[in-house]
């Protein structure tokens, strides 16, 4: 099994188990239900981060950063994002975080 398959079923147990208490429980059941289903959500979190610090950095980087590194023309001093500056073209950047 893959691990996208994975979370989906760690998500369908976690979503059977709130729809049994909510059964069980009647509307009160949803409060451990919701404890549970977030419980989950936050272990899978911590395992998917492991699982991306193992991968290598990048990929972690990449989804940490919140949409990238910003980089700093050295010629002009423009702020951008991606190869080389908009500005004046300049490949000589430096990184901003
Ligand atoms: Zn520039």
Redesign the pocket.
Known sequence: MNWIGQQMAWIMVSLAISLALTLWLGLWGLIPAIGIFLLISYYMRRRAMARMGMSGGGFGGMLGGGGGVNYI??????R?KGGA??????K??KADF
């Open positions: 023309c050295i010629s002009c001093g423009q951008f500056c908009p500005r004046c073209g300049s000589m950047k």
